[in-house]
């Protein structure tokens, strides 16, 4: 079977497939996937018996719940008010530069995407980002540059 | 009075209670009605910001007629200069997991979910594992209660409370209209508690060293103690545990810089107070403390000299068009034109006066916006044009 079928079928036989257990399933999704693509979304709406509409309605309305294709890496840099003042567009620039992208695009790779989000609940720490689940804090230029290079060796290139 | 007031350091929340298994056994033992007594006694309020009486909270829940009740543990701590939810549920969880179970046998409940922002996600393994064992305690005491981790996916919105319950039920999180309220009518139509991080943790407090010993702390109408989230020009940032109802000077005077020009209480939907009012300023839930008594969900921020508060404004209002659910015109539209409105004076393409229209749109938005973002945006905007006039045209 196709793997999105059966990794959608496997979400809803672990948690359910009541409406309360969408978010969670869609989550298992991007885990895995890095995205929900239409195909996805068609997939979970028919597994949960619920319009495929109201499946798309939900997952545009959270910011985490990617409805493009992202890379591997998503990078989420805090762009809110302490992230601001304390140094966050010099963070970017560093990141921009390194990957060779702009804010919103995915490097050709696929493995970094670079978004900003709003308040992480780090801003005594600030400037933040994270990298999927991961937090960093208490960012500087040089202090991204290490920490993107340790992902790309992760992955064997640079 | 309000001079002589000095900024107290208290150990509460996060001290090391080993004894929390002691604590749920005796505390269980007591009658429902007792416990919500006491509750009422101590006069908690809630810590999320809005500040409902939490015994009361409880108390209507335990008296609806419903066969399932639920217990929710707010974490979607999202408001902009607030971590202290973070660091309880990091710190001392066993607390939380303990009031819940008690708010589960005061009210009837025998299932509760803690919500937690998407963005706390690294939390869950350890938080699951705490629960774990948590349960197989109950399991011991005879104690029916189930509780489960919810991740949020980004959204602030989702911190208002009937927000909240639709995402828990897989919708949009997009408020309800209330009536009818949580208590009556919450997750899945059933009468709910939801209650804030820090919240639960006070009545943990309550419930081991009584309700006099809570309320003993801090002022009228603001009683017991309050996490604070100190960022910004601070050479303090952190979280600090405080007696309500110290006044703003006081703050600034343990945690500024010696240039402070002005602080924001209670995050982006909180209030700016410039220098020349931090005298009249207090920290404290309304009521009778000195001049201006400032509600917070405990995000203290501050800004010095080197600040433009026009790049304040412009943040915050960024962040409320992003994060606004988009459900009601007046904030969803609202958010948007203030934004642009700003933008515009700032570069001459509108008169200074029109600040004044904007004003007035904030009024309309705090009358007619159906949740508390939207009708919370007036007391930044307000407070940030009218104090700092020249820096929003110049
Ligand atoms: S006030 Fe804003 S956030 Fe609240 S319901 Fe209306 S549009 Fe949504
Ligand atoms: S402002 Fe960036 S983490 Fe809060």
Same mark, same amino acid.
């Given at each position: 079977?196709?793997?999105?079928?059966?990794?959608?079928?496997?979400?809803? &036989?672990?948690?359910?497939?009541?409406?309360?257990?969408?978010?969670?399933?869609?989550? $298992?999704?991007?885990?895995?996937?890095?995205?929900?693509?239409? +195909?996805?979304?068609?997939?979970?709406?028919?597994?949960?018996?619920?319009?495929?509409?109201?499946?798309?309605?939900?997952?545009?309305?959270?910011?985490?719940?990617?409805?493009?294709?992202?890379?591997?890496?998503?990078?989420?840099?805090?762009?809110? /008010?302490? *992230?601001?003042?304390?140094?966050?567009?010099?963070?970017?620039?560093?990141?921009? &530069?390194?990957?060779?992208?702009?804010?919103?695009?995915?490097?050709?790779?696929?493995?970094?995407?670079?978004?900003?989000?709003? *308040?992480?609940?780090?801003?005594?720490?600030?400037?933040?980002?994270?990298?999927?689940?991961?937090?960093?804090?208490?960012?500087?230029?040089?202090?991204?540059?290490?920490?993107?290079?340790?992902?790309?060796?992760?992955?064997?290139?640079? | 009075?309000?001079?002589?007031?000095?900024?107290?350091?208290?150990?509460?929340?996060?001290?090391?209670?080993?004894?929390?298994?002691?604590?749920?056994?005796?505390?269980?033992?007591?009658?429902?009605?007792?416990?919500?007594?006491?509750?009422?006694?101590?006069?908690?309020? $809630?810590?999320?910001?809005? !500040?409902?009486?939490?015994?009361?909270?409880?108390?209507?829940?335990?008296?609806?007629?419903?066969?399932?009740? +639920?217990?929710?543990?707010?974490?979607?701590?999202?408001?902009?200069?607030?971590?202290?939810?973070?660091?309880?549920?990091?710190?001392?969880?066993?607390?939380?997991?303990?009031?819940?179970?008690?708010?589960?046998?005061?009210?009837?409940?025998?299932?509760?979910?803690?919500?937690?922002?998407?963005?706390?996600?690294?939390?869950?393994?350890?938080?699951?594992?705490?629960?774990?064992?948590?349960?197989?305690?109950?399991?011991?005491?005879?104690?029916?209660?189930?509780?489960?981790?919810?991740?949020?996916?980004?959204?602030?919105?989702?911190?208002?409370?009937?927000?909240?319950?639709?995402?828990?039920?897989?919708?949009?999180?997009?408020?309800?209209?209330?009536?009818?309220?949580?208590?009556?009518?919450?997750?899945?139509?059933?009468?709910?508690?939801?209650?804030?991080?820090?919240?639960?943790?006070?009545?943990?407090?309550?419930?081991?060293?009584?309700?006099?010993?809570?309320?003993?702390?801090?002022?009228?109408?603001?009683? !017991?103690?309050?996490?604070?989230?100190?960022?910004? &020009?601070?050479?303090?940032?952190?979280?600090?545990?405080?007696?309500?109802?110290?006044?703003?000077?006081?703050?600034?005077?343990?945690?500024?810089?010696?240039?402070?020009?002005?602080?924001?209480?209670?995050?982006?939907?909180?209030?700016?107070?410039?220098?020349?009012?931090?005298?009249?300023?207090?920290?404290?839930?309304?009521?009778?403390?000195?001049?201006?008594?400032?509600?917070?969900?405990?995000?203290?921020?501050?800004?010095?000299?080197?600040?433009?508060?026009?790049?304040?404004?412009?943040?915050?209002?960024?962040?409320?068009?992003?994060?606004?659910?988009?459900?009601?015109?007046?904030?969803?539209? $609202? *958010?948007?034109?203030?934004?642009?409105? /700003?933008?515009?004076?700032?570069?001459? &393409?509108?008169?200074?006066?029109?600040?004044?229209?904007?004003?007035?749109?904030?009024?309309?938005?705090?009358?007619?916006?159906? *949740?508390?973002?939207?009708?919370?945006?007036?007391?930044?905007?307000?407070?940030?044009?009218?104090?700092?006039?020249?820096?929003?045209?110049?």
């Amino acid at each position: 079977m196709d793997p999105i079928k059966s990794l959608i079928q496997n979400l809803a &036989d672990q948690y359910g497939r009541q409406r309360e257990n969408l978010l969670p399933i869609m989550q $298992g999704v991007i885990e895995r996937e890095n995205f929900l693509s239409e +195909y996805s979304m068609v997939e979970i709406a028919r597994e949960m018996d619920i319009p495929a509409s109201e499946v798309y309605g939900t997952a545009t309305f959270y910011s985490f719940l990617e409805t493009k294709p992202t890379g591997k890496y998503t990078i989420r840099v805090c762009k809110t /008010i302490t *992230c601001a003042m304390k140094g966050k567009s010099q963070v970017l620039f560093a990141i921009q &530069d390194m990957l060779k992208i702009k804010l919103g695009e995915t490097t050709p790779d696929n493995r970094f995407t670079l978004l900003e989000t709003n *308040c992480l609940g780090w801003c005594h720490k600030a400037p933040a980002m994270m990298i999927n689940n991961e937090v960093y804090t208490e960012l500087t230029p040089e202090k991204v540059r290490e920490i993107l290079s340790d992902y790309m060796k992760q992955n064997g290139s640079i | 009075m309000a001079n002589s007031y000095q900024l107290k350091r208290v150990d509460f929340i996060f001290r090391n209670e080993n004894d929390w298994e002691k604590v749920l056994s005796t505390t269980i033992k007591k009658k429902p009605q007792e416990l919500i007594n006491e509750l009422i006694s101590s006069e908690l309020k $809630g810590r999320g910001g809005a !500040g409902f009486p939490t015994g009361l909270k409880w108390k209507l829940t335990s008296e609806a007629k419903a066969e399932k009740k +639920y217990v929710i543990c707010n974490a979607d701590e999202g408001e902009p200069g607030t971590f202290k939810d973070r660091e309880i549920l990091s710190k001392v969880p066993y607390k939380v997991l303990t009031a819940m179970a008690v708010c589960g046998y005061v009210t009837g409940a025998k299932e509760g979910f803690i919500y937690l922002r998407g963005e706390y996600k690294f939390l869950e393994e350890e938080l699951n594992k705490e629960i774990a064992e948590f349960e197989y305690y109950c399991k011991e005491i005879n104690l029916d209660f189930k509780i489960k981790v919810f991740m949020g996916s980004g959204a602030y919105i989702c911190g208002e409370e009937t927000a909240l319950m639709e995402s828990l039920e897989g919708k949009r999180g997009e408020p309800r209209n209330k009536p009818p309220f949580p208590t009556q009518a919450g997750f899945n139509g059933s009468p709910t508690v939801i209650n804030n991080v820090e919240t639960l943790v006070h009545t943990f407090t309550i419930f081991k060293y009584g309700a006099k010993k809570f309320y003993d702390l801090g002022v009228q109408y603001s009683r !017991g103690t309050k996490l604070f989230s100190v960022s910004g &020009d601070t050479p303090k940032p952190g979280i600090y545990e405080l007696e309500l109802g110290m006044s703003l000077q006081d703050f600034v005077y343990e945690f500024g810089d010696g240039d402070t020009k002005a602080v924001q209480v209670g995050g982006a939907s909180g209030f700016l107070v410039p220098r020349k009012k931090f005298k009249d300023a207090a920290i404290g839930f309304k009521g009778k403390l000195t001049g201006i008594s400032l509600p917070t969900g405990g995000s203290m921020m501050l800004f010095n000299s080197s600040r433009s508060m026009f790049n304040v404004l412009d943040n915050y209002l960024e962040f409320f068009r992003e994060e606004c659910c988009g459900q009601c015109t007046p904030c969803r539209v $609202g *958010c948007q034109q203030l934004l642009l409105g /700003i933008k515009a004076v700032k570069r001459g &393409d509108k008169p200074a006066s029109y600040l004044d229209k904007l004003l007035r749109l904030t009024e309309t938005m705090q009358l007619t916006a159906k *949740c508390g973002l939207g009708q919370s945006v007036a007391n930044s905007f307000s407070s940030i044009v009218e104090n700092f006039r020249e820096e929003m045209i110049y």
